[in-house]
């Protein structure tokens, strides 16, 4: 636990004893912060703290509960305890919860109180679960999936009764997902079986903090009511600089391979460093070129989600005991637990995210005073631009981390399903209960009942289920579950978090070219559609080392040791995340004024410049769109920053629609930055003889039919249907080792879309799909607004030959696979093959 | 040839092939992208795991799929039958999805299948999910069935069998081309045998790498048709990473 200030001036509340001599014995005081908590939940008020990290936000979460449970009496005579738990804290990750027991159990320990605190998570054994629930300790400390699972059970209200405190830590990171509105419709639960329980959420500086204040308190039917804030103002600022090179930097690309020796260097210099990317595979990339110099053989770490366990669990413990110089990570050290003493953070990419920048330069130097220090390291031109940007707005202290958005319905059918699996219950009762959620506090009563019907029957026009509902409601009114085995499906279906298929990495030797029949260590985890594209004998970069793709044995892929210089490198997702549209802005705002481009590399600078000589410079507020011929075709460059998501999804529909207008596109390309349409005819001049409007090609109505046809055929549709289908209990999860015996096969969901689309369009989980997409997949939100911002600013420029902008996005052209969708014209041209063969034989 | 086999030459376009025609064990096959199988000798339409009731089994047991797979399959299976009007139709094994399905069958679904087997013969061979005779409904029930070269049984022998049709895997090819990778289900023969397609609206298809389908085929003489949108892509084994 991190350390209270010992400077911090004495305030007018103060510590109860033995609280106030174990600070006093320590030589600290408690900061101010800590103390006004005490105050405002002791006055019986659900409170947000928000606090940079080192401020003693976890203790101050927890004194108000501790000090609580040590004024207490003696549980009633003849019982063993005290039947209730009395303060929950909620964590977003399993590790957490498990430092913090560590960390409460010294002070309370010391202090000689009689408080019992446990921890309880996926991995806790069910025995040690179901004596939780019987005989539950004072404090637990668990997970959200965790507290769904301990509502729903039939024992909630005894369990819960005597609940005073609940704690949320790392907030800000759980509400904007389906976790936190899962959660979200949980704690509404816990309000009703505790009514006078508090709520404190811990969180680092968001934009919104109001969203939070409303997430931690009932939402009343009309209007909102707001929890308290506590505001810790941030430490020293963080001193950040873009990293100095003599090397050229890329036009485009992710590997930053030209910075390697430059950071290399910097390890050197500091005692130990976190090296931060976006993506796994760019981790693996990293990590290799760094060996490939470290001819001093520092030790330098790999950390990422699809290592394995025991591996991760042997780098943190290295980390721990300060025997690292650096360690290169994705997001997964992204959340609060202590990693030694790291003096400097090295961001390798840009951070797309001026808050996510903030939150992972916080892991250096912990102590609250003194600055920490951070480089960023773009990896092609435009990344500097937006490492600039993103510099400027930490000095700033903007925040952009993403808004909650409404309760999604497939979360609000399991949840559900969960409250009647717990006890019977009233539709109005329940209705009031979730929409005093505040995600769900727009909800209409109408929705709900089709969530009802849904979780009951199925909810579909053709009534075919009746017989065998789930839940039914009964002659006095409520509605309970049919028979015992629903609760039993809902247990091992919780949750909302689905994972992509994942296969085991095992490596094999291969010996005279033969296969070693007996598995070696496992490496690790990746999607199993990453494989898919690979055939027996590719190469690719994991877990640090170059491997052979042998082939796929049950559930395992087996790979051996391969000495390849270049590997294929493993595309797979994670941690790929779009430019924030805050971000987005400041970029085009620093294009758009030369006096700022002082504060850029003088390769940079010059750049833009060239392009204001031979196009000119993306203003600010208007669209900027050139035309240019190159090798046989034409090519339309637009530069709406709007992240790659947003830009794809737009790539999309205008394909369709110059496709209409007889431009005849062959193909797109979208960068976080700007999007390439090319195509048989020449843009530039249909667009000067007036056979090609841009206003029209880029009219807001095209987020209308056009997104609609083109949705509703999309595999990304398709994949967030197999989610919501999941998460509302619809079809089964795939549970690890169940699908072993492989005749098994399981329930295609793409085909039970399909079914679905052409005989209810409307259907209840086509509207949860359709709204998760619109959210997340393809950012049409942001589109949309973009659409509307460049409404009558659309500025043309036909050019003879490519500008200097359009460089980047040229060069991803021969990068990018195939474009889109093409399964048919891959199967073509595969069939073409034997034809071919044919032919010869012939 | 006459009616069926012109049938399938105008659906077939510039871009491919509607149909194939193939030899099994001496017998002409063609395989249509419908997903059936026709023996233009002697007038046999095959189809296979229609898996009917599929998402009725799986509300039985809480999971409430939607319930139009039926209506779906039988109004693919009634474009078929129309188009090739068989002498004989041979169902492949796991028409039901389960074993209750043919007995909870809704009226309106049985009236439509019988009216699909009124002035033809039928064939239900035993499935792994339907042991049992379906219940109300017209047809031969049998374990095999032994026509011109081949023989039609639901689940594939061990090792190789000269002219067996079967069905039982589901099977599909998965196509790699540029990077890019995309599984359909398919018709898979090696000229000795036929894996047919499931037919079924909702029912998963199962990669012919899997380990399941080890020892059926001589991989070097291994075609699969994969079904495609319009047309049907032939494509060998060995070249499927291109």
């Known amino acids: 636990m991190p350390a209270p200030d010992r400077t911090d001036t004495a305030p007018a509340f103060t510590l109860p004893e033995p609280f106030h001599g174990w600070f006093a014995s320590r030589g600290w005081r408690p900061r101010a912060h800590q103390l006004e908590l005490l105050a405002e939940t002791s006055a019986g008020r659900s409170m947000l703290l928000i606090a940079p990290t080192g401020a003693g936000k976890t203790l101050a979460g927890f004194l108000p509960s501790l000090t609580e449970l040590a004024a207490r009496g003696r549980p009633k005579p003849g019982t063993a305890g005290y039947g209730s738990l009395h303060t929950l804290y909620v964590s977003p990750l399993k590790a957490l919860a498990v430092d913090i027991e560590r960390n409460l159990a010294r002070p309370v320990d010391e202090m000689g109180l009689k408080i019992r605190i446990e921890t309880r998570t996926g991995d806790t054994p069910q025995s040690k679960r179901a004596r939780q629930r019987t005989d539950p300790p004072d404090i637990l400390l668990t997970t959200p999936e965790q507290v769904s699972l301990l509502i729903a059970n039939g024992q909630a209200e005894r369990l819960f009764s005597g609940l005073r405190y609940v704690i949320f830590d790392e907030l800000h990171s759980l509400i904007a997902s389906k976790r936190g509105h899962l959660l979200s419709l949980a704690l509404a639960r816990l309000r009703k079986l505790a009514p006078g329980m508090k709520t404190i959420g811990l969180s680092a500086t968001v934009a919104d903090p109001e969203e939070l204040q409303r997430w931690l308190t009932p939402q009343p039917p009309e209007g909102e009511a707001l929890a308290g804030r506590i505001t810790v103002a941030g430490g020293a600022s963080p001193v950040i600089t873009i990293l100095e090179t003599e090397e050229r930097i890329p036009w485009s690309g992710h590997s930053a391979r030209y910075a390697i020796t430059d950071i290399y260097r910097t390890i050197g210099e500091h005692r130990t460093t976190l090296i931060f990317v976006n993506t796994r595979s760019q981790a693996e990339l990293v990590f290799q070129e760094l060996w490939r110099v470290n001819d001093d053989s520092l030790p330098i770490a790999l950390h990422h989600g699809s290592l394995d366990a025991a591996q991760r669990r042997k780098v943190e413990a290295a980390m721990g005991r300060n025997e690292l110089r650096a360690v290169v990570a994705t997001s997964t050290l992204d959340l609060g637990i202590d990693w030694g003493d790291v003096d400097l953070v090295i961001h390798v990419g840009a951070p797309k995210g001026a808050s996510r920048l903030a939150q992972r330069i916080g892991r250096a130097n912990h102590r609250m005073d003194e600055p920490s220090r951070a480089i960023l390291t773009p990896a092609n031109r435009f990344e500097v631009l937006e490492c600039q940007a993103a510099i400027d707005a930490n000095y700033a202290g903007a925040q952009d981390t993403p808004p909650g ?16 699996a717990a006890a019977p219950f009233d539709a109005d009762d329940l209705y009031a209960e979730v929409t005093s959620a505040s995600p769900y506090a727009r909800l209409d009563r109408d929705t709900f009942d089709k969530v009802i019907d849904f979780v009951a029957t199925g909810g579909y026009a053709l009534k075919s289920y009746e017989r065998y509902a789930r839940i039914r409601k009964r002659a006095d009114g409520l509605w309970r579950i049919s028979n015992p085995q629903v609760a039993q499906q809902y247990r091992l279906n919780i949750g909302t978090i689905i994972e992509a298929p994942m296969l085991n990495v095992r490596l094999t030797s291969r010996k005279n070219g033969v296969l070693s029949g007996r598995g070696g260590p496992p490496l690790g985890k990746v999607e199993e559609y990453f494989l898919e594209s690979l055939a027996p004998g590719d190469t690719f970069l994991f877990s640090g080392k170059i491997l052979r793709f042998e082939g796929i044995r049950e559930n395992e892929c087996l790979v051996s040791r391969a000495w390849d210089q270049d590997p294929k490198v493993p595309a797979y997702a994670g941690g790929k995340f779009p430019l924030s549209t805050y971000l987005a ?33 993306p203003a600010r507020d208007s669209l900027l769109i050139e035309t ?57 001049a249909m667009i000067a003889g007036g056979r090609l409007d841009l206003g029209e090609l880029l009219d807001e109505d095209m987020l209308g039919d056009d997104l609609d046809a083109w949705l509703d055929e999309s595999w990304l549709l398709k994949r967030t249907f197999r989610n919501c289908a999941v998460i509302s209990g619809l079809i089964e999860r795939r549970h690890p080792g169940k699908e072993k015996t492989g005749r098994q096969v399981t329930v295609s969901a793409d085909l039970i879309y399909d079914v679905l689309r052409s005989h209810e369009p409307d259907h209840i989980l086509l509207r949860a799909t359709r709204a998760d997409a619109a959210q997340g997949l393809l950012d049409i939100v942001r589109l949309g607004a973009m659409l509307k911002r460049i409404k009558g600013h659309i ?24 474009a889109g969708e093409a399964h048919e014209s891959i199967l073509a041209e595969a069939a073409e093959d034997l034809l071919a ?6 | 040839m006459h009616g069926p086999m012109s049938a399938f030459k105008t659906a077939q376009d510039a871009a491919g092939p509607a149909a194939v025609e193939i030899d099994v064990n001496g017998t002409p096959v063609v395989c249509d992208r419908a997903g059936v199988a026709w023996l233009p000798q002697s007038r046999a339409l095959v189809v296979s795991d229609l898996h009917l009731e599929k998402g009725a089994a799986h509300a039985r047991r809480g999971f409430l799929l939607p319930p139009y797979d039926t209506a779906a399959t039988l109004a693919r299976l009634a474009a078929a039958v129309l188009a090739y009007d068989p002498r004989l139709v041979i169902s492949l094994g796991d028409s039901f999805h389960d074993r209750t399905g043919s007995e909870h069958l809704p009226p309106a679904y049985r009236q439509e299948l019988q009216a699909l087997q009124r002035g033809r013969d039928w064939v239900w061979i035993e499935g792994n999910h339907d042991p049992e005779r379906p219940a109300g409904l017209d047809g031969a029930w049998s374990r095999e069935l032994y026509l011109e070269t081949l023989v039609f049984r639901h689940e594939p022998g061990k090792g190789a069998a000269e002219g067996e049709v079967a069905g039982h895997l589901h099977p599909a090819a998965r196509v790699v081309r540029r990077g890019k990778g995309v599984k359909r289900p398919c018709f898979a023969s090696d000229g000795s045998r036929l894996l047919m397609p499931a037919f079924g609206s909702t029912t998963g298809a199962l990669e012919l790498r899997h380990p399941a389908m080890r020892g059926l085929f001589d991989r070097n003489r291994l075609i699969a048709h994969l079904i495609g949108r319009d047309r049907l892509y032939s494509v060998a084994f060995n070249r499927m990473n291109g």
């Not at chain 1, 319905?409 to 559900?416: A, N, P, T, W």
């Not at chain 1, 496709?659 to 797109?668: K, N, S």
């Not at chain 1, 500025?795 to 990018?816: D, K, Y």
């Open chain 1, 585 to 617: 802005d400041s970029v085009r705002a620093m294009i758009a004024d030369p006096a700022r481009w002082g504060a850029l590399p003088e390769q940079v600078s010059d750049w833009l410049r060239l392009q204001s000589q031979v196009s000119q410079l």
């Open chain 1, 405 to 420: 958005g409404d309760g999604a319905l497939d979360v609000l059918s399991q949840h559900v399903l969960g409250m009647a």
């Open chain 1, 795 to 818: 500025r043309h420029r036909a050019l003879e030959r490519i500008s200097p902008l359009a460089v980047p996005i040229m060069l991803e052209i021969g990068r990018e696979t195939v």
């Open chain 1, 628 to 684: 240019f011929p190159r090798a046989e075709r034409h090519y339309m460059v637009f530069y709406p920053f709007e992240g790659r998501v947003a830009h794809q999804t737009l790539g999309m529909l205008i394909t369709r629609r110059l496709e209409r207008m007889r431009a005849g596109p062959l193909g797109f390309v979208a960068t976080d930055y700007s999007l390439a349409v090319w195509a048989l005819e020449d843009m530039g």
């Open chain 1, 837 to 842: 063969e044919a032919q010869n034989l012939a």
